[in-house]
């Protein structure tokens, strides 16, 4: 089992900037794929954000310019910096990894309003 715990999640206002951090922990042997996924109320989840081990990247067109994912493959982490959000960035964001198998973080709360 692999588990996650995210962080940096809060309230910002339109324009400005936030950190998300993803930590992995328990019987990590190859974590492959990670990244970011987000839910809006009434919404479906969906892809913000992927980082290969080997750091190629993929954005939803929503967030691309915006937001930057990375990760550090000798600690577990993966994070996602997003600069110029917008209301519409409103959402639960999940951290993912894949092991084999999906794994998912609680979900940390971003709230993008004035």
């Known amino acids: 089992q692999v588990q996650l715990v995210e962080s940096g999640g809060g309230l910002v206002q339109p324009g400005g900037s936030l950190r998300l951090s993803c930590a992995a922990s328990?019987?990590?042997?190859?974590?492959?794929?990670m990244g970011w996924y987000r839910q809006a109320p009434g919404k479906q989840r969906e892809l913000v954000a992927i980082?290969?081990?080997?750091?190629?990247?993929n954005y939803a067109d929503s967030v691309k310019g915006r937001f930057t994912i990375s990760r550090d493959n000798a600690k577990n982490t993966v994070s996602l910096q997003m600069n110029s959000l917008k209301p519409e960035d409103t959402a639960v964001y999940y951290c993912?990894?894949?092991?084999?198998?999906?794994?998912w973080g609680q979900g940390t709360q971003v709230t993008v309003s004035s």
């Open positions: 980082i290969s081990s080997g750091g190629s990247t």
């Open positions: 328990g019987s990590i042997r190859s974590i492959s794929v």
């Open positions: 993912n990894v894949w092991q084999g198998v999906a794994y």
